[in-house]
């Protein structure tokens, strides 16, 4: 009998009850519970989020994914009369502004030279397919596309939650910092926070650099194949400035632990890292596939929600906290009925 030790990708499912899934927030951000993963074999510790503030040192840095998500989703017509939907997934390179990367349904019928009429003064055109299902389309509109998405666009909410998406998840499913528009999916890992939270950590000396990632449709698709090394992600667009790359930097000289909120910090951190721990500035398109196992150049905690069975972004925590113990972390969980997910609980995972 083979042993599971994190090198396939079987050995990251999990029976997970469905009434777990976490379909709404709550009421406030950081009543969410916290699992603490501390470094070697200490035990677990079941916290509020809100405590997350006594586990930093002065001198640390907290890093936070600033993208914001896009309501992307557009519901329409046919000229037929019959449903459809576009989630517009990025920007179509060398397009203008109305052109865009999407996924449509259905899919077998909204082919090149089809419409999707979403209102009178916006409509969809299929201009051409792109690789991986995808289609280019335009946005035909008078208005600017930042005026349409925020008039008629949805919030493109995880199939998992299971519902149409409602006036709070345009508040909710955004960070309190997020600022830079790009994500069709939040990075949710943040949350969590709130502005008295940070301020609170920031009083206690640790200082706070933003970087961006903007999360793809590849963050949905599940891994097909039981090697890992077989499966490719999706390039997703980042950017760190000189600004954090200094605080980064800084805390890293200064004896300071390096903190990311989410898994799309941590693969934008360890993208622009050299092997001597330092990040450099720079924008570019990443597709690194972190699993175990992995030597982690930039990162030394990681703030993160419990993730998909057979995902990548399990595979990162667990190539951080250690499959064993991330495996454990994740029994624990479901025994003490935390909630999984977009709209769940959090974890804690602090470098061996």
């Not at 930042?146 to 939650?161: E, K, N, T």
């Not at 941590?266 to 990040?279: C, N, Q």
Request: charged share 25%.
């Amino acid at each position: 009998m083979t042993v599971a030790d994190g090198s396939l990708v079987s050995d990251y499912d999990y029976v997970l009850p469905p009434h777990r899934i976490a379909r709404y927030p709550t009421e406030r951000r950081d009543e969410s519970r916290l699992l603490v993963l501390p470094p070697a074999d200490a035990p677990f510790r079941h916290l509020r989020f809100r405590d997350v503030v006594d586990l930093f040192e002065p001198g640390d840095v907290l890093v936070v994914n600033e993208s914001r998500v896009l309501p992307a989703r557009l519901l329409g017509r046919k000229p037929t009369g019959a449903p459809a939907e576009v989630l517009l997934i990025r920007p179509f390179p060398g397009g203008d502004d109305f052109e865009w990367e999407a996924l449509v349904r259905p899919g077998g019928k909204l082919k090149p030279g089809r419409t999707v009429v979403v209102a009178d003064d916006l409509m969809v055109e299929i201009l051409d397919s792109v690789p991986g299902g995808g289609r280019l389309v335009r946005l035909v509109t008078p208005l600017s596309v930042q005026d349409a998405l925020d008039r008629y666009g949805h919030v493109p909410l995880p199939p998992y939650i299971d519902r149409a998406d409602e006036p709070l998840d345009r508040e909710r499913y955004q960070t309190v910092y997020a600022r830079i528009p790009g994500s069709v999916a939040a990075p949710t890992a943040g949350l969590h926070f709130t502005d008295t939270l940070l301020a609170e950590i920031e009083a206690r000396g640790v200082t706070r650099a933003a970087v961006t990632l903007h999360v793809g449709i590849g963050t949905f698709r599940p891994v097909e194949v039981e090697d890992p090394a077989a499966h490719e992600l999706h390039h997703e667009w980042y950017e760190v400035t000189p600004a954090a790359a200094e605080a980064v930097n800084r805390a890293r000289v200064g004896g300071g632990r390096v903190w990311a909120v989410g898994t799309t910090a941590v693969r934008t951190l360890e993208s622009v890292a050299t092997d001597d721990g330092r990040v450099h500035a720079g924008t570019g398109s990443t597709d690194l596939f972190i699993r175990p196992p992995y030597d982690f150049r930039a990162v030394d905690c990681l703030i993160t929600n419990f993730h998909l069975p057979r995902s990548t972004l399990l595979m990162l925590v667990s190539a951080l906290g250690g499959y064993g113990r991330v495996r454990a972390a994740y029994d624990a969980a479901i025994a003490g009925d935390y909630r999984f997910y977009s709209y769940g609980d959090a974890m804690v995972v602090i470098r061996r």
